[in-house]
Nanobody, 125 residues
Framework: DVQLVESGGGLVQAGGSLRLSCAHS????????IGWFLQAPAKERVEVAC????????YYADSVEGRFTISSDDAKGTVYLQMNSLKPEDTALYYC??????????????????WGQGTQVTVSS
């Protein structure tokens, strides 16, 4: 079974940085995509970044473009989300998600089947 385990969340001041990690295992095929979602209290879950294992293509939501970077270290089986210039509105529970062979669209890659447990990011003003 596919397993995703997030780490790296915490409390940081506005303008600071954090790096989230998603350790993944159990994929049967190589054509999968992995991404990061955030969910703020009382709001819907929103995809902020996604990366294709097949060709390394990335997607970013407008709200994080230029501040967040998603990357993959295949040797370590880990996907990272480097978050810079953090804002209080970035405060949320961040989830790692994955799926096989998704059809990318304007809103990123539709990841439905595999989810981590989430890691909390809190940005103080």
């Amino acid at each position: 079974d596919v397993q995703l385990v997030e780490s790296g969340g915490g409390l940081v001041q506005a303008g600071g940085s954090l790096r989230l990690s998603c350790a993944h295992s159990g994929f049967t095929f190589d054509d999968y995509d992995i991404g990061w979602f955030l969910q703020a209290p009382a709001k819907e879950r929103v995809e902020v970044a996604c990366i294709s294992k097949t060709d390394g293509v990335t997607y970013y939501a407008d709200s994080v473009e230029g501040r967040f970077t998603i990357s993959s270290d295949d040797a370590k089986g880990t996907v990272y989300l480097q978050m810079n210039s953090l804002k209080p509105e970035d405060t949320a529970l961040y989830y790692c998600a994955a799926d096989y062979d998704t059809e990318w669209g304007p809103s990123g890659c539709p990841l439905e089947n595999y989810w981590g447990q989430g890691t909390q990011v809190t940005v103080s003003s």
